[in-house]
């Protein structure tokens, strides 16, 4: 109660600063536009243009249009089944496993659409890595884990495999605690050791970006921590986007945040213009806690 | 800790008997299940062990009317209570007149035969220690005294006790006389003694009637004195006797080879069907369950499989004969053992028809099975493959494959105890009573997958209905049933140990 009494001024103050005018009026044509001009310039990594997805003849995704700047970290937030992890999805065509989801619109990435027919689909789930809302290691050792993706492309060499999964495994910041036990199964890993082994397996095929589809929500305070750190890390080299309901994870770790709500994209904006001064009232609504 | 009420549930008998109504019945039930496979496998159990066990020999008085006692032979096979309370004891003995009454001057005895005697006509019964069995080559069982014995044509000194005699000879060292000691020990089976050993040694053997004969050494399967050996004795006979599954007690229409041919023939028949099922149902379970989809063809398939394990296993023999057999052995013979013809070769019942045929009978279970498995894989696995750019080749191959193989051995062990089981079918597909040669041996290419085979299953259906005296054959028939049951369950206990080792590895990802 109290808490959200102390939240509550706040915003409102930052919301009657500028001129803009709260409403749900918004459209997605004007999100595009609603970017700051300074940004521009930015390479332009993910973009979603119209995008509206069915499953099975129900609405997941209403005509979703973003565009997400390269090197950056992404936030989607929303509350549950919003579809932000529809939208996560379609950015490496995991919905295509679903015999029933139709889905409408483009995305491209880096200016190409991943939904021409001619899309090698196999190497553009290696360019765009998923890690997904459990820890889902294979059965295998963690050698074998990391190993997979690059044994998939066909590298034989063991010397090469050793050098990828050291180098992804200090990437996401797990190679001291396991170089001892590489051939040990991965299964017997802490939920969160097996969290950051399978974002270690991910950037062991070297994707471009790397979706993070509720990363954390599975894990306990220190291991979360320790995976928003990594996120901090591995921004520098891929750009990423997070699904997370959690919405101090989205403050601390994304540049831009999108908040979605029923299939349709409420408002996208750098994160700190998101939090502080959101300009739509359900955005507001949901980040004061009032709502979902 | 006043507060807290001590809980006054403990377990009694009363306990656990109280409770809910579907707790008591489903303790009955379980408790009934488990009373029955115990009665089960102590019937069998006892019935083996009684076939093996070796049997006091009776000397009987026996009082015919009017006349003056005499002596009977034999061992108590039965006993009857008539309605008036007069008993009769059923005796296995060499005194009935039988249809091969002994020829005087000749070395033959009668042969050994059931006879009724009525309890009041015995007027004293005994066990002499010095009572001998005797089990001659040609199937006969003799019963009566030893009186003398001879070595190389030389009578030796003898009192009365085999095992007198036989330590009399080991004292001196009589390295050359070892298969007669062999012969000599209560209930040692001299039968695995080579020719090559042997000295002409022959015995003065008489019966209850006192005809005497002279019997070769070479001629006597088994000596023995049960009535004078000590229990230790009577256990190392009754462990010799299982190991060469020979009676201690009476002639069996069998030789310990059969039975080791008939173990040969089920074993080898599960393990090709084994061979050819697990690959055969688990690919297609694979099919089923990754790329069938939920189309009519995927419906009609599973209805089909599923209505394939309910379909009676003697229509699985005719296919067999029909279409293995038949159509595809004798194409075979066509083209590959045309030489031989009209011999054939894979055109008639065989090992490899046979286990193809079991092969089709178990296919449904182990589908099943193995694709209730796939269906337990969680989703995100193979989405962690595919995230990672697998093709859903590669996502099969090396994700949800190993994840099912417990599963599929799961089907194997129930596919295994149905095979290993099966006799109709078998009847029509190549099973016969006694082969002549085993299936496996030393001859290239040492497996043999179109010769004839025995099988425990079948020699037990046969063993039933050859068997007149079934009393006494039960003996023989629990045993045989033990051995299929001991068969059946180090097949299945194998792939239980197989599967649990899998399931160790993966047991954390599945929960």
Redesign the interface.
């Known amino acids: 109660m109290s808490t959200e009494e102390n939240a509550r001024p706040d915003l409102q103050s930052d919301q009657t600063e500028p001129d803009q005018t709260p409403s749900d009026q918004t459209h997605q044509s004007d999100l595009l536009e609603a970017v700051p001009p300074a940004e521009e310039a930015a390479k332009v990594a993910i973009a979603a243009d119209r995008l509206s997805l069915n499953y099975a003849g129900r609405p997941a995704l209403d005509a979703v249009t973003l565009s997400i700047r390269h090197g950056l970290v992404t936030a989607f937030i929303g509350p549950s089944g919003c579809g932000k992890s529809s939208l996560l999805r379609c950015f490496n065509r995991l919905n295509d496993l679903n015999d029933e989801c139709e889905l409408s619109g483009t995305v491209t990435i880096n200016g190409e659409d991943i939904y021409r027919p001619d899309v090698d689909v196999i190497d553009l789930r290696r360019r765009v890595g998923m890690v997904f809302q459990r820890p889902n290691p294979f059965p295998k050792s963690i050698f074998e884990n990391v190993a997979f993706g690059p044994r998939l492309q066909g590298v034989k060499s063991m010397a090469a495999l050793e050098d990828t999964v050291e180098w992804s495994l200090r990437g996401a910041a797990l190679w001291d605690e396991v170089k001892g036990r590489l051939d040990r199964s991965a299964l017997e890993l802490s939920s969160g050791q097996q969290q950051r082994l399978v974002i270690a397996r991910a950037i062991a095929v070297k994707p471009e970006i790397l979706l993070l589809d509720e990363p954390c929500s599975s894990l306990d305070p220190i291991s979360t921590l320790k995976v928003e750190e990594l996120i901090h890390d591995l921004k520098s080299r891929y750009t990423i986007v997070i699904v997370t309901h959690n919405m101090q994870q989205a403050a601390r770790v994304s540049d831009y945040t999108a908040f979605m709500n029923q299939g349709r994209l409420v408002e996208y904006d750098s994160t700190d213009v998101i939090f502080t001064n959101p300009k739509d009232k359900q955005t507001e609504d949901y980040i004061t806690g009032r709502y979902g | 800790m006043p507060g807290l009420k001590v809980s006054r549930r403990r377990f009694t008998p009363k306990s656990w008997i109280s409770g809910s109504w579907i707790s008591l019945s489903s303790k009955l039930a379980t408790g009934t299940v488990i009373a029955i496979i115990v009665a089960v496998l102590l019937i069998l159990l006892s019935g083996a062990v009684s076939y093996f066990w070796p049997r006091p020999i009776y000397e009987f008085w026996v009082e015919r009317s009017g006349e003056a006692a005499v002596p009977v032979h034999g061992i108590i096979a039965g006993k009857e209570n008539a309605a008036d309370g007069s008993a009769r004891l059923l005796i296995r003995s060499v005194t009935a007149a039988g249809d091969d009454p002994a020829t005087p001057g000749t070395d033959r005895l009668p042969a050994a035969d059931y006879v009724w005697l009525p309890e009041t006509a015995v007027v004293q019964r005994s066990r002499p220690h010095h009572l001998t069995a005797m089990e001659t080559r040609d199937g006969r069982w003799h019963w009566g005294y030893v009186v003398q014995l001879q070595v190389d044509g030389e009578i030796l000194a003898y009192t009365g006790s085999l095992i007198d005699f036989s330590n009399q000879l080991l004292a001196a060292d009589c390295a050359a006389q070892q298969h007669m000691i062999n012969a000599l020990r209560p209930a040692r089976v001299a039968d695995a003694c080579s020719d090559a050993e042997f000295i002409d040694w022959r015995l003065l053997f008489e019966d209850a009637e006192r005809r005497q004969v002279t019997v070769a050494g070479a001629d006597i399967l088994q000596l023995m004195q049960p009535n004078g050996a000590g229990l230790l004795d009577r256990i190392a006979s009754f462990a010799t006797h299982l190991v060469t599954f020979r009676s201690p007690n009476r002639y069996a229409p069998h030789h310990g080879q059969d039975i080791v041919a008939a173990i040969y023939g089920t074993v080898l028949m599960v393990l090709v069907m084994s061979l050819v099922v697990s690959p055969l149902g688990g690919l297609a379970a694979v099919y089923l369950h990754e790329y069938a ?1 939920r189309g009519w063809l995927a419906t009609v398939l599973r209805v089909a499989v599923n209505n394939l394990a309910g379909v009676p296993s003697i229509i699985y023999g005719v296919f067999g004969l029909g279409f293995f057999i038949h159509a595809v052995g004798g194409r075979f013979d066509q083209w590959f053992f045309a030489d031989k013809l009209p011999v054939p070769t894979f055109g008639t019942g065989g090992l490899l028809w046979a286990a193809m045929t079991l092969a089709l009978l178990t296919l449904p279970v182990v589908i099943v099975a193995t694709e209730e498995a796939l269906a337990r894989i ?1 989703r ?2 193979k ?9 859903q080749s ?1 996502a099969v191959r ?2 949800l494959w ?2 099912a193989l417990p599963g599929l051995l799961t089907g194997m062990i129930l596919a295994v105890a149905r095979a290993a089981g099966e006799v109709a079918p078998l009847m029509l597909l190549g099973v016969v009573k006694q082969a002549s040669s085993l299936p496996i041996d030393g001859n290239f290419p040492f497996l043999h997958l179109e010769r004839k085979f025995m099988h425990l299953g079948y020699y037990l259906y046969d063993l039933a209905f050859r068997n007149t005296n079934l009393k006494e054959g039960l003996g023989l028939l629990f045993a045989v049933a033990l051995l299929l049951v001991v068969v059946v369950l180090v097949l299945n206990l194998s792939a239980v140990f197989l599967r649990n080792r899998l399931y160790d ?2 047991r ?2 599945m929960s």
């Open positions: 989809g969680p995100s696995l989405e962690g493959g595919y995230a990672l750019g697998a093709t590669e090396y994700l190993p994840l590895r993966y954390k990802l």
